[in-house]
């Protein structure tokens, strides 16, 4: 009876422990996904070489990974880059950084819901 409680407990603590690996995993490959297709969008459209400053986050949220960017030419606004789903969709939005509300004029502000991962 003692085995079978100790050969239980031992098996719990395998998946739980094969569970929290896959999921680190899941959220390591999203994170790689996210910004990569981030940073292809800033790359096609040559904004890569305007960014002042990059920060990467994470929305706990919504489980999504994007960039907080400020662009030369827009330095009022403070910039979201991030994708929609993990390999479709894109939105880049502004936002008045000293108000931090959305600016609906913002210079380099884009949205597609089709665009994809290359």
């Known amino acids: 009876m003692l085995k079978k409680i100790i050969g239980i407990i031992l098996s719990l603590i395998v998946i739980f422990i094969v569970v929290a690996g896959a999921f680190f995993a899941f959220k390591g490959y999203q994170k790689s996904q996210n910004l990569k297709m981030i940073d292809q969008y800033l790359t096609e459209n040559h904004l890569k070489d305007k ?18 960017l ?15 789903h993990m390999k479709r969709g ?6 008045n950084t000293e108000t931090k509300k959305h600016d609906k004029n913002a210079k380099y ?6 665009y994809k991962l290359k």
Not at 59 to 64: A, V
Not at 74 to 84: L, M, V
Not at 90 to 95: A, D, E, M, S, T
């Open 90 to 95: 894109f939105f880049l939005q502004g936002f």
């Open 51 to 68: 960014v002042i400053e990059e920060k990467d986050e994470y929305d706990p949220r919504k489980g999504i990974f994007y960039k907080e």
């Open 70 to 84: 400020t662009i030369k030419g827009d330095e009022k606004n403070t910039y979201i880059a991030q994708p929609i």
């Open 109 to 114: 502000s884009f949205f597609d819901e089709d």
